[in-house]
């Protein structure tokens, strides 16, 4: 049978979002609304296909990778020829040396510094609770999630200056969609932020090669400085694209991810009550439901919002025909939000992840860190980290709110587009259901 072509999206429309400034994720939902699953959108020279259908999706990242390649990432000015940035042959070298570091025996060791670093969250939100300090949720977020990589690449825990210097990952993270697009430009820009991450990372590998291991033992970090030792490859340039590498996707995604969570909670507070109801503190039972928790939170807030790939030769996708040279996008934030898969689509309901929770089955329906061989490799880990802190915080206290932000910014992850204000309560004190403002 002969495939279809691609079903486009008017483009006057395209011309009317332009003019009014339009946000790229409005667009490609007015795409999916008109045409579902597979549809093409004209946004530069080259034909550009939204692929959002779990059989496409399917398709595009697991069934045929080889088809379906990355170009480049948004992010590489940051992490050089790092793991998410390479292809190729490369790509395929440095994602067998961390794969191991990440799968069931890998992550064993991790998980005393996972504890170490939810339980220095929660002693800084008893000291919250104690003095009535306001402080900001997301920030909070950001400091757990790079205090645990931390700990887990050079087995230190996150100390005052380093946590300081290292902010500058998220300046250059939250710049990275209003950067011009010439490569020198942009990094002139963000040129002292570049060298403060440089600074960091020079001195924590030169501490590596001396064999200077932390409290914890050495980290994923002396993994990297091994392989620079036997594999030519392994430059000390691409030993410090790894190690940012790694620090960017190792807490940017885990810290949106549970600033999102507690603002859903905020809104639907009942969640919260029920997750704790599930059974004693420790039991599998409340285990499942903090993942729920988590799993809802990454259905609505995915750490891989939109996947852009690059077709090097043509194919058939569920049915219709996509030319050679073209963009092809896939979009979990849309797929998550598909009624057609998962009802009430806008509602957080973390029951659709417990037992006998309904949600859709195949791979393409639910894909918060991608599917397929570039999938991402630290999806155990940044579970693992995100229950490991909500199983501390959860029982004892609950953030009050002061404001919530209007919506959401999109960027390499899906951000709340402003700061997150609040004090602590009492964990078992009810409180009123507020409204907020409204969410992205």
């Not at 995604?253 to 809104?267: E, H």
């Not at 009802?343 to 037992?355: G, M, N, S, V």
Request: aromatic share 6%; proline share 8%; glycine share 10%.
């Amino acid at each position: 049978m002969a495939a279809h072509a691609v079903p486009e999206l008017d483009p006057a429309e395209v011309e009317r979002w332009r003019a009014e400034g339009g946000e790229l994720i409005d667009l490609l939902a007015r795409a999916r609304e008109r045409h579902g699953g597979v549809t093409a959108v004209r946004l530069g020279p080259r034909p550009t296909v939204l692929v959002t259908g779990p059989e496409a999706v399917q398709h595009v990242l697991a069934l045929r990778p080889d088809r379906y390649v990355k170009r480049s990432h948004r992010a590489r000015l940051l992490i050089g020829d790092g793991v998410l940035a390479a292809t190729g042959e490369a790509w395929k070298r440095q994602r067998r040396l961390l794969q191991s570091q990440f799968t069931g025996t890998g992550m064993r060791r991790y998980e005393r510094r996972i504890a170490g670093a939810a339980r220095a969250a929660a002693g800084r939100w008893e000291g919250y609770a104690h003095t009535g300090e306001v402080f900001d949720l997301g920030e909070e977020m950001r400091h757990f999630a790079l205090d645990t990589i931390w700990r887990s690449l050079t087995g230190h825990p996150l100390d005052p200056v380093t946590a300081r210097e290292l902010a500058s990952v998220a300046a250059v993270v939250a710049a990275l969609p209003q950067l011009p697009a010439d490569a020198v430009e942009a990094r002139d820009l963000v040129a002292r932020d570049l060298a403060r991450i440089d600074a960091v990372a020079r001195e924590a590998v030169t501490a590596a090669r001396r064999g200077e291991p932390g409290p914890d033992g050495p980290g994923l970090l002396q993994v990297l400085v091994d392989a620079s030792r036997e594999r030519p490859e392994y430059t000390d340039r691409l030993v410090r694209d790894e190690l940012v590498t790694l620090l960017v996707a190792g807490h940017e995604t885990t810290a949106t991810t549970l600033t999102w969570l507690y603002l859903l909670l905020d809104r639907y507070p009942g969640a919260r009550e029920e997750a704790l109801a599930a059974g004693g503190e420790g039991s599998p039972a409340r285990r499942e439901a903090v993942q729920a928790l988590v799993s809802e939170t990454l259905r609505l807030y995915p750490s891989a919002w939109i996947l852009p790939r690059y077709t090097a030769e043509a194919d058939t996708v569920a049915g219709y025909a996509v030319e050679a040279d073209s963009d092809v996008l896939v979009c979990p934030y849309l797929t998550h939000r598909d009624p057609g898969l998962w009802p009430d689509p806008e509602r957080f309901d973390p029951r659709r992840f417990t037992d006998g929770g309904r949600r859709p089955g195949g791979t393409g329906a639910y894909l918060p860190f991608g599917i397929g061989p570039r999938a991402c490799l630290g999806t155990q880990f940044a579970l693992r980290e995100s229950t490991a802190l909500l199983e501390a915080l959860l029982p004892s206290h609950v953030p009050v709110l002061s404001s919530v932000p209007r919506g959401a910014t999109y960027s390499i992850t899906v951000r709340p587009d402003g700061p997150t204000p609040a004090t602590l309560a009492p964990g078992r004190r009810d409180r009123p259901v507020r409204t907020g403002g409204r969410r992205g």
